[in-house]
T-cell receptor
Framework: GAGVSQSPSNKVTEKGKDVELRCDPISGHTALYWYRQSLGQGLEFLIYFQGNSAPDKSGLPSDRFSAERTGGSVSTLTIQRTQQEDSAVYLC?????????????FGPGTRLLVL | GQQLNQSPQSMFIQEGEDVSMNCTSSSIFNTWLWYKQDPGEGPVLLIALYKAGELTSNGRLTAQFGITRKDSFLNISASIPSDVGIYFCAGLSGATNKLIFGTGTLLAVQP
């Protein structure tokens, strides 16, 4: 399929462990966004990439959260020393350009549970 | 983080009924969007609104962009069971076009 893919689909980890979440955007999409959806909440913006750079990191909740993007394609969201409040669905979206919300396509998400 | 106020939180209706949900913000947005999220999936865009006062339809869906640019509503006519899901409004924010989402409306349709 040509859509946004994310892995793993589900992740259960113990408090204090580090986790890495992966996003494979649609080929050729230059813009990439990470969002978090906590139980009973709407989606919250985390970070935006244009190419390999991240001009907007304003949504990252703490310095335990970081993300990188390589080759203008795959992105990895890393959460260090996970806490129970990090449990959520982490969604990735990609877009051909930075303009035009009509073209922001979402992946299925990674469901993270921190025990 | 910033969120839009969306109501109602949930709706339980009979098949064939019409549905209305709305979204308000304390901030102005130049673009309003409505998404639907099915279980285990990411949100899918239903309707995008670009101009204040704009009324746009997509099949049984109709959405309007408030003239103050601080609110929007979504109507679904003649609901069917596959309309079940969570509906989110979203505003497009800033030069990076990040989405600011509403709190969601859970729609349940009884056949």
């Amino acid at each position: 399929g040509a859509g946004v893919s994310q892995s793993p689909s589900n992740k259960v980890t113990e408090k204090g462990k580090d986790v890495e979440l992966r996003c494979d955007p649609i080929s050729g999409h230059t813009a990439l966004y990470w969002y978090r959806q906590s139980l009973g909440q709407g989606l919250e913006f985390l970070i935006y990439f244009q190419g390999n750079s991240a001009p907007d990191k304003s949504g990252l909740p703490s310095d335990r959260f970081s993300a990188e993007r390589t080759g203008g394609s795959v992105s990895t969201l890393t959460i260090q020393r996970t806490q129970q409040e990090d449990s959520a669905v982490y969604l990735c979206a990609s877009s051909p350009t930075s303009g035009g919300a009509k073209t922001q396509y979402f992946g299925p998400g990674t469901r993270l549970l921190v025990l | 983080g910033q969120q839009l106020n969306q109501s109602p939180q949930s709706m339980f209706i009979q098949e064939g009924e019409d549905v209305s949900m709305n979204c308000t913000s304390s901030s102005i947005f130049n673009t309003w969007l409505w998404y639907k999220q099915d279980p285990g999936e990411g949100p899918v865009l239903l309707i995008a609104l670009y101009k204040a006062g704009e009324l746009t339809s997509n099949g049984r869906l109709t959405a309007q962009f408030g003239i103050t640019r601080k609110d929007s509503f979504l109507n679904i006519s003649a609901s069917i069971p596959s309309d079940v899901g969570i509906y989110f409004c979203a505003g497009l924010s800033g030069a990076t076009n990040k989405l600011i989402f509403g709190t969601g409306t859970l729609l349940a349709v009884q056949p």
